[in-house]
C-alpha cells in the first residue's frame, strides 16, 4: 500500500510540473439528418484544471512504399513522417463524476488541449484505478465545436 501512495504523490509532483487544462468531450447522441446527409453531435464537456502532458512532442513513424510490401524486395522503400501524438495522464480522482460515479473514458472521447484537438488513440489504465495513460494523436483538420450544443460537423 506504501507503494501505491509513493505513485500518487508521484503523479501530484508531475501534474504540478507538467499540468495543463484539458477539456475532456464526450460525445452525448449523434444524430443523422437523412434529408442533408449531415450529422449532428452533441458534446459533453468536462473542464479539468490539471492533466500530466508528457513532452513527447513528436514521434517518428515509417510507412512502406505498397510497391515494396506487394514485391518483397530486398531494399526498404518508404518515407518517415512525423505523427503528432502527445501521452496524456489523467488522475483518477480529477475524472468528472456525474450521479455519483466516475466516467468511464473510452476512444470515442475527444481532448482539447491548448485549443488543439486531440483525438484517442490508445487507452491505459493505471493500476488500482489509479488514473489513466493516454495516448492522443493531433487532429489538425478537426475544428473545436461549442459545447453541449448540437452542433453540425459535416
Same mark, same amino acid.
Given at each position: 500500500?506504501?507503494?501505491?501512495? @509513493? /505513485?500518487?504523490?508521484?503523479?501530484?509532483?508531475?501534474?504540478?510540473?507538467?499540468?495543463?487544462? /484539458? *477539456?475532456?468531450?464526450? $460525445? =452525448?447522441?449523434?444524430?443523422?439528418?437523412?434529408?442533408?446527409?449531415?450529422?449532428?453531435?452533441?458534446?459533453?464537456?468536462? %473542464?479539468?484544471?490539471?492533466?500530466?502532458?508528457? $513532452?513527447? %512532442?513528436?514521434?517518428?513513424?515509417?510507412?512502406?512504399?505498397? +510497391?515494396?510490401? #506487394?514485391?518483397?524486395? #530486398?531494399? +526498404?522503400?518508404? *518515407?518517415?513522417?512525423? +505523427?503528432? /501524438?502527445?501521452?496524456?495522464?489523467?488522475?483518477?480522482?480529477?475524472?468528472?463524476?456525474?450521479?455519483?460515479?466516475?466516467?468511464?473514458?473510452?476512444?470515442?472521447?475527444?481532448?482539447?488541449?491548448?485549443?488543439?484537438?486531440?483525438?484517442?488513440?490508445?487507452?491505459?489504465?493505471?493500476? #488500482? @484505478?489509479?488514473?489513466?495513460?493516454?495516448? +492522443?494523436?493531433?487532429?489538425?483538420?478537426? $475544428?473545436?465545436?461549442?459545447?453541449?450544443?448540437? *452542433?453540425? =460537423?459535416?
Amino acid at each position: 500500500m506504501n507503494n501505491l501512495r @509513493h /505513485v500518487e504523490l508521484i503523479l501530484y509532483k508531475l501534474e504540478r510540473q507538467w499540468g495543463l487544462p /484539458v *477539456t475532456l468531450r464526450k $460525445p =452525448v447522441s449523434n444524430e443523422n439528418d437523412v434529408t442533408t446527409g449531415r450529422s449532428i453531435i452533441t458534446w459533453q464537456d468536462f %473542464d479539468l484544471r490539471r492533466v500530466i502532458r508528457l $513532452p513527447s %512532442d513528436q514521434l517518428r513513424a515509417f510507412i512502406h512504399d505498397l +510497391a515494396h510490401i #506487394n514485391a518483397s524486395k #530486398n531494399f +526498404a522503400y518508404g *518515407t518517415y513522417y512525423e +505523427a503528432n /501524438v502527445k501521452i496524456f495522464i489523467i488522475r483518477q480522482k480529477d475524472i468528472p463524476k456525474i450521479d455519483g460515479e466516475r466516467q468511464e473514458i473510452n476512444s470515442s472521447w475527444t481532448l482539447v488541449c491548448e485549443d488543439k484537438n486531440y483525438e484517442i488513440v490508445d487507452i491505459q489504465e493505471a493500476e #488500482n @484505478h489509479m488514473g489513466y495513460l493516454i495516448k +492522443a494523436k493531433n487532429v489538425d483538420s478537426s $475544428p473545436i465545436i461549442p459545447t453541449s450544443r448540437g *452542433t453540425d =460537423v459535416s
